[in-house]
């Protein structure tokens, strides 16, 4: 499974850029695609999250200004980001991880995000 990312990009504070995230075969089994953040020196940490079912996960620092949503029959993942601030800034990674007994575990290639102040 290839993870396609794309929609990086450099933008000033309180701007909005969209990542999307796709799949490159049918995902089957119940699963979490998302995006991960990625500083220099720094260990991957989550951004956001969407289930299967719907169930969003996010960190604090986003919540109430990005939004991630699935299109499950195009096998992609979306994040809005709204009101990005400088430190948004860094390589945003996709992520695919199989729940509920599947175990396939998938990482896309960077995008990189920058938000200058």
């Known amino acids: 499974v290839l993870l396609q990312a794309y929609g990086g990009g450099l933008v000033q504070a309180g701007e909005s850029l969209r990542l999307s995230c796709g799949a490159s075969?049918?995902?089957?089994?119940?699963?979490?695609m998302g995006w991960y953040r990625q500083d220099p020196g720094k260990q991957r940490e989550l951004v956001a999250t969407?289930?299967?079912?719907?169930?969003?996960n996010y960190a604090d620092s986003v919540k109430d200004r990005f939004t991630i949503s699935r299109d499950s029959a195009r096998n992609t993942v979306h994040l809005q980001m709204n009101s990005l601030k400088p430190e948004d800034t860094g390589t945003y990674y996709c992520?695919?991880?199989?729940?509920?007994?599947?175990?396939?575990?998938?990482w896309g290639q960077g995008t990189l995000v920058t938000v200058s102040s």
């Open positions: 992520n695919l991880k199989g729940m509920r007994g599947y175990t396939y575990h998938y």
């Open positions: 075969v049918t995902i089957f089994g119940s699963n979490a």
């Open positions: 969407i289930t299967t079912g719907g169930i969003t």
